[in-house]
């Protein structure tokens, strides 16, 4: 049975394990910068296989009007089980729904999110990072 919780810390050498896992592009050999994203995260959702990190959904926002979901990553293994989802459901009940959750979807997840009810938009812009 998979459990969800936003009271469990976890390590940096964690998170990388489950980025990697989950095929999504995060810096997982700079264990430091992982570090600092989940120090400075507003909301850390995280599933749980027993005592195996299987998800997480780490999130960063003013807890009023936005929040954006910055990382939404599972394990390989345990995608298509309902997981992410989970972890999305447990992340807007947190914030309510005077809050809008917002993302930046890779090309390989499009067809996902509106799976889960995310609504695409067509009126944003990004100033992108430096590749790493």
Same mark, same amino acid.
């Given at each position: 049975?998979?459990?969800?919780?936003?009271?469990?810390?976890?390590?940096?050498?964690? =998170?990388?394990? &489950?980025?990697?896992?989950?095929?999504?592009?995060?810096?997982?050999?700079?264990?430091?910068?992982?570090?600092?994203?989940?120090?400075?995260?507003?909301?850390?959702?995280?599933?749980?296989?027993?005592?195996?990190?299987?998800?997480?959904?780490?999130?960063?926002?003013? =807890?009023?009007?936005?929040?954006?979901?910055?990382?939404?990553? &599972?394990?390989?293994?345990?995608?298509?089980?309902?997981?992410?989802?989970?972890? &999305?459901?447990?992340?807007?009940?947190?914030?309510?729904?005077?809050?809008?959750?917002?993302?930046?979807?890779?090309?390989?997840?499009?067809?996902?999110?509106?799976?889960?009810? *995310?609504?695409?938009?067509?009126?944003? =812009?990004?100033?992108?990072?430096?590749? *790493?």
């Amino acid at each position: 049975m998979i459990t969800y919780t936003n009271t469990e810390k976890i390590t940096a050498r964690a =998170f990388a394990e &489950v980025l990697s896992k989950s095929g999504i592009h995060r810096p997982v050999d700079d264990l430091a910068r992982l570090e600092q994203m989940l120090e400075n995260s507003s909301c850390l959702w995280t599933a749980w296989d027993g005592d195996k990190l299987v998800g997480v959904a780490r999130a960063l926002s003013d =807890f009023s009007y936005a929040c954006y979901l910055s990382d939404l990553a &599972v394990d390989k293994t345990y995608q298509r089980q309902g997981i992410g989802r989970q972890l &999305v459901e447990h992340l807007k009940a947190q914030m309510g729904e005077d809050v809008s959750l917002v993302l930046l979807a890779a090309p390989s997840a499009m067809d996902y999110y509106p799976k889960i009810n *995310f609504k695409k938009a067509n009126n944003a =812009f990004i100033i992108p990072r430096k590749p *790493f």
